[in-house]
């Protein structure tokens, strides 16, 4: 700019002044209204109090969200914390204890592999107890398939309809659309060693999965595949689960000879060993929160079917359950 | 062009049979040795089954985390480059989208954004695409997404700024210089290739979670582009007008500036054009690492499959991509026809005659008043500084969007279905299994064969070479899925790219009309198109397929319109007075005139392909981009992940060296340096 106004001549220089002070002018006249910073914005910033910030991971499904959610509200509003949410992968959001940038993880789906690095090896994560919540995974069907072939839900039945089951990708077998890569599998094994006619075909995503499963209840098709809960899906479509050999202690200890359904899971609460010995009022927040399937399910439903706002979502639930709120916060 | 130099001796070998019988050959024995050893040593690893190179990777991965905290390596090295480009991004974030110092909204509002974008795009470019960039940036906030576009294009802007900082040098030096050219090549298929999950974890540990990791993981995809593309368009000045220059007496360096870079200033920008493709196509990707802006809508919203919001969130990363497009290429326009020096930027071009220069500069004075007042407004009153209104044109698009959705989910799938079965069935079958079911050395050796007779020399050595290191992975399997794949989406991306490209290239109004689509094809989050064709095709390899294509097809149809468009109109003309139908001249004269675009269609065609792997493995592809994903999912997994993502690597680096070469020694053949 400063070339130009140099190059130009003193009457383009004065008149394009002109031109812009009178704009200027007019906009200053015309315009008027609030001015920003008039009204202070919300208490957030004024109250941040003992607790300070609260660095919350959030990992990428809607359960998990809804506990964030409601986790985050009460903090923020109980505790006068600073919440600061971070959209994290699992891997992504464990590494952040060491790192410093994440205090929490409220929905932990097992994971062995990640408790031993960091929580046995590197120390810099603690467990926080369990959330309330019991994991299932397991074999499902659509519910139409289920109400029409009621033996469909025994693993014994399945070859029976092996066929029915087939697609593009699974050859002359019956397919098993298995999942979302997050969770551990142990499918191939079980196939193989309840001799099933089945292959299993890697979906890829909860997308595709839910994706597929929806199609398929709508249409009338065939589907077995690969899924779990709590889970906002099964509130739209509730999926039945497949029985297999009930599941006993050990006998998901050899990955190549499991032939037994899925443990039940306990999910937990894991916080970085600095959030823990900091003395924070979130943190015993994040130790004593604790809630149950059909709460978590409630308020992800708020989030995923009546599409609120996380915020809201979780305001609706906290005043509707203040008892369940307030034993948190003794 | 080391190859030109031996063409001859080889050629005196292979003449005596064209090349296309030798391959057909190769191809029959390949067929014949199939029958006997099918099912034979395929080298197939099950899903959960891990070698001890993964197991090693694992290990690595964990010391790395491990003395993170007293490494000097990430003491001096990592921790500079992060304080540097979290200052950058977090700076252009508090001009324009994060609120700063307590005041509770960013330094400059709404209003004053647009003023500053209409502004730049007239003095850079011209008021038609100052007028389309405003009217873009208004409808962000019309949409209700205003805070997270201005996140998204403030981590754009740093990305693509540095990606241009670095890459076109690079692109100069690698146009300029054979030998760089050759060391740089497989880096880039190397960045363009190497699956993002596979590094983005990783990332987090170097540069932390924030925008630094985010602009990084952004700046490795899109960086490359501008630097292959430059070196592209260095290249394509002809010989004779180099050698012209350098006989008049230029210095190398008088070369470059007067000569190679002007005359390549087109394709230049295509190139930076590209960059902000790639940098837009990262944006929900980085969000998996809490990158701030439109990405976190599209992956929340996608959580719920709510595809009415990724829609309309995606549709805001389009807008951006083709309003940042537009002002870059209309900029080039403008300095193409104006004066060519460094301040010759702002002046008007000559063609539209004396009066609008004399006034342009006035215009432009109080074009800039005007600008500053409207961020003045926009930093000072709160109706300018927090678009009004609800963003109510974005729930209008949300549920017109999950309407079409709905609809073509309930009504097409029948016909889909038919189609996926017969391309299933008809090809991709029987080619998997051709691949996966003949033993490794077997495929191994073709390939090498192949190469060598397509590519010579050097192109059968780099195919053994990652033959070998794909053994060494130990995912030989998933890569011959994998590779069936890839090749039948390159056939397609290709049979598409040269239709469309063509038909772009011959008419200017054709490539007005269809451009903004491919640019939607690129920028477009896959998944917001993805969950629809779940719906249609399922969860299949089929549907991987689809995805590769609508996203690697535009490149490759861009790339060939613009080199149908460079042939000399002349040549087109004489071609036509001569009594050439259209038919001819676009088989006899454009197309074998823009082979360089051809085969660098093919090249980028098959790279973008198989950057779309492990999006193919969220649809159900399986194999290596199913197992880059579960790497990035579960801890134990990860080193399979990252041997799946050198196997994605090495498929690039192989296929890339055999079509370069390829295309060159074609082109030597035909007696054109190009």
Known sequence: MAIHLVAGTRPARWRAGAAGLTVLGLALTACGGAKVGDTPSAAGSSSGGKCGTFNLAVNPWVGYEADAAVVAYVAEHKLGCTVKKKDLKEEVAWQGFGTGEVDAVLENWGHDDLKKKYITDQKTAVAAGPTGNNGVIGWYVPPWLAKKYPDITSYKNLNKYASQFKTSESGSQGQLLDGDPSYVTNDAALVKNLNLNFKVVYAGSETALIQAFRQAEKKQEWILGYFYEPQWFLSEVPLVKVDLPPYKEGCDAVAAAVACDYPVYDLDKIVSTKFAASGSPAYSLVKSFSWTNDDQNLVAKYIAVDKMSDEAAAKKWVEANGDKVAAWLK | ?674
């Open chain 2, 1 to 674: 062009m080391a190859v030109v130099a031996q063409v001859p001796t080889r050629l005196g070998a292979i003449r005596a049979i064209p090349r296309r019988f030798v391959v057909a050959g190769i191809l029959a024995l390949w067929l014949l040795i199939f029958a006997v050893f099918r099912g034979h040593q395929t080298l197939a690893l099950a899903a959960a089954d891990l070698t001890g190179l993964h197991r090693w990777f694992n290990d690595v991965n964990d010391s790395i985390g491990a003395d993170r905290n007293s490494n000097p390596l990430f003491l001096y090295f990592f921790n500079e480059i992060r304080l540097v480009i979290d200052n950058l991004v977090t700076f252009i974030q508090s001009l324009i989208s994060q609120p700063s110092s307590g005041r509770g909204v960013p330094q400059i509002g709404w209003l004053g954004v647009v003023g500053i974008v209409g502004y730049l795009s007239w003095a850079l470019g011209n008021v038609r695409v100052a007028l389309l960039a405003m009217a873009g940036f208004t409808f962000f906030g019309l949409q209700g997404l205003w805070q997270e576009s201005m996140d998204t294009l403030a981590l754009t802007l740093s990305a693509v700024f540095v990606s241009l900082l670095i890459g076109i040098p690079l692109g100069v030096w690698a146009g300029m210089s054979d030998r760089a050219n050759r060391i740089m090549t497989p880096f880039l298929d190397f960045m363009q290739t190497m699956p993002t999950f596979v590094y983005l974890a990783p990332l987090t540990l170097f540069f932390l979670i924030g925008p630094a990791s985010a602009t990084i993981a952004t700046l490795i995809y899109a960086a490359p582009p501008a630097i292959r593309i430059t070196a592209h368009a260095i290249r394509s000045v002809p010989a004779t007008t180099v050698e012209a220059a350098y006989s008049l007496g230029s210095t190398r360096r008088q070369t470059l500036t007067k000569v190679l870079l002007p005359m390549s200033k087109r394709t230049v920008v295509m190139g930076i054009n590209q960059t902000i493709m790639a940098a837009l196509a990262m944006v929900t990707i980085a969000a998996l690492i809490d990158a701030p802006g439109l990405g976190k809508t599209v992956v929340k919203a996608l959580q719920s499959l709510d595809v009415g919001t990724a829609f309309n969130a995606g549709l805001a990363i389009v807008v951006m991509a083709i309003v940042l497009d537009r002002v870059t290429t209309a900029a080039s326009e403008r300095s193409a026809t104006g004066v060519p020096s460094a301040e010759g930027r702002g002046r008007a071009p000559g063609r539209l005659g004396g009066p609008f220069v004399k006034w342009r500069r006035h215009l432009l004075v109080a074009g800039g008043v005007v600008a500053a007042v409207l961020v003045y407004l926009s930093h000072t009153y709160v109706w300018a500084a927090e678009f009004p209104g609800e963003g109510s044109t974005g729930s209008t698009i949300a549920s017109a969007a999950d309407t079409v959705t709905t609809w073509a989910q309930d009504h097409l799938s029948g016909m889909t279905n038919a189609l996926r079965d017969a391309v299933t069935n008809g090809l991709l079958n029987p080619f998997q299994s051709l691949l996966t079911d003949s033993p490794w050395w077997l495929v191994g050796a073709v390939l090498v064969a192949v190469g060598a007779v397509l590519g010579g020399r050097r192109a059968g050595v780099t195919a053994g070479v990652c033959v070998a290191l794909l053994v060494g992975t130990g995912m030989w399997s998933d890569s011959m899925t994998t590779l069936a794949s890839t090749a039948v989406a390159t056939v397609l991306v290709m049979a598409l790219g040269v239709v469309v490209g063509v038909w772009m290239g011959r008419s200017p109004m054709a490539d007005r009309l269809i451009r903004p689509t491919l640019d939607a094809a690129q920028v477009m989050p896959p998944f917001v198109y993805l969950v629809p064709f779940l719906a249609l095709f399922g969860a299949t390899r089929f549907t991987a397929i689809v995805a590769a294509v609508v996203y690697a097809a535009p490149v490759t149809m861009k790339i060939i319109a613009d080199g149908v468009r460079a042939v000399p109109e002349t040549t087109v003309e004489a071609a036509a007075a001569a009594g050439s139908n259209t038919w001819q001249i676009i088989t006899k004269v454009q197309l074998p005139m823009s082979r360089s675009a051809l085969a660098l269609a093919v090249n980028q065609g098959l790279i973008y392909v198989l950057s779309m792997v492990v999006v193919g493995g969220l649809v159900g592809a399986g194999a290596l981009g199913y197992d880059v994903v579960a790497g990035f999912s579960q801890g134990e997994l990860y080193g399979k992940g990252l041997a799946a993502g050198l196997a994605i690597v090495l498929l690039g680096v192989m296929f890339d060296g055999i079509t370069q070469a390829a295309a060159r020694r074609t082109t030597a053949v035909n007696g054109r340096r190009h």
